[in-house]
């Protein structure tokens, strides 16, 4: 069976929408880790965050 291929705009919104939704889990992440109080764990995660930032930034440039 081949593979279907797909649309290269549909491909990149799913990309941004990915990347949207992992953005969204590492705040909601951080912020749970802050309450805890877990600073190296915060920081992880920030830094993960900012990253995530990036990552959408990148495929927003690529239209």
Do not use: C, S
Not at 47 to 53: F, I, N, P, Q, V
């Amino acid at each position: 069976m081949v593979p279907k291929v797909a649309n290269p705009t549909e491909v990149q919104g799913h990309v941004r929408e990915r990347i949207a939704y992992i953005e969204e889990m590492l705040a909601q992440l951080g912020q749970v880790a802050r309450a805890e109080r877990e600073d190296m764990l915060a920081y992880l995660l920030d830094m993960a965050y900012e990253e995530a930032r990036e990552a959408a930034r990148r495929a927003d440039m690529k239209d």
